[in-house]
């Protein structure tokens, strides 16, 4: 009888360290994204982007999570969506990882559809803005080295427009915050959504940073997600980057949870991105 309460007692020991390891173990993904149209002023740009915070914490005051920012070293940090959770709303976590961020670089966000679904994203944005946040809302950021642009655009999650078709709202949304700049151009773009791929190849945007898909949340090793919003059963759009043409998409799988509470096969991921000139 010992024997087996004793096998019992690590078998739950077992799947509590296994699922806390895959809710909390932060993981780095880094990808070169190689391109004759970097500009050469731009080569060699480190960007980390963070998606799907969805008020998870890591660290007290999220200290952890920052330290791994940090250390990274970045130019320039992107925040794409879900930076709060609809169902329960704590704003003032997601802060203090904000907060820390903005001391060691230059900080781009824009809004997902928890913020849309909460209902607070003047709230949101507002907060983020007083911290010197770049809040892109369907608008676009030029930053210029040595005589050379880089166009950093962002675009408002589509939920903002429930009535169309998301593709339709955010084609739509990339002509405005595209509006008026040369293709000649780079052309980096947040955006929340990763299923949208075919709307981003057909406005030749060069490189896209999504989310919104948590990595399918169960990751089948070898095979990949299990289930995604907007992608249904086996998604294809998950985790990574994918390139179609002089498109290229740069998957985040997210940091926390929303409606199912546990990623499986699924650590939390920080994405570092950097630009190379071929």
């Known amino acids: 009888?010992?024997?087996?309460?004793?096998?019992?007692?690590?078998?739950?020991?077992?799947?509590?360290?296994?699922l806390y390891g895959n809710n909390h173990w932060l993981q780095v993904s880094s990808y070169e994204?190689?391109?004759?149209?970097?500009?050469?002023a731009f080569d060699g740009l480190v960007i980390v982007q963070l998606s799907d915070l969805h008020d998870a914490e890591f660290g007290e005051n999220q200290v952890r999570l920052a330290k791994k920012v940090k250390d990274l070293n970045p130019d320039l940090i992107f925040l794409t969506g879900d930076l709060i959770d609809s169902n329960r709303y704590d704003l003032e976590r997601s802060l203090n990882l904000v907060r820390q961020l903005v001391k060691m670089t230059d900080v781009y966000y824009v809004t997902g559809n928890h913020e849309v679904a909460v209902n607070r994203v003047d709230e949101i944005t507002g907060?983020?803005?007083a911290l010197g946040v770049h809040v892109l809302n369907n608008e676009t950021n030029i930053l210029e080295r040595e005589g050379e642009q880089l166009v950093i655009a962002g675009i408002e999650d589509p939920l903002m427009n429930p009535l169309e078709l998301p593709e339709k709202t955010v084609a739509q949304s990339i002509d405005r915050a595209l509006d008026g700049i040369s293709d000649q151009n780079y052309r980096l773009l947040l955006s929340h959504r990763s299923e949208v791929l075919d709307v981003y190849v057909d406005q030749q945007v060069?490189?896209?940073?999504t989310g919104h898909a948590h990595g399918g949340q169960v990751r089948i090793?070898?095979?990949?997600?299990?289930?995604?919003?907007?992608?249904?059963?086996?998604p294809r759009y998950t985790a990574g980057v994918h390139t179609r043409g002089i498109t290229t998409i740069a998957v985040s799988r997210g940091l926390g949870n929303s409606v199912i509470p546990y990623r499986v096969f699924n650590r939390p991921e920080i994405v570092a991105v950097t630009l190379r000139k071929e």
Do not use: N
């Open 221 to 234: 090793p070898g095979i990949g997600g299990l289930i995604a919003p907007g992608q249904g059963w086996f």
């Open 33 to 40: 994204i190689t391109s004759d149209r970097i500009p050469s």
């Open 1 to 18: 009888m010992k024997s087996k309460l004793f096998k019992f007692v690590l078998f739950i020991a077992f799947i509590w360290l296994f």
């Open 127 to 129: 907060s983020l803005r």
């Open 206 to 209: 060069d490189l896209i940073f």
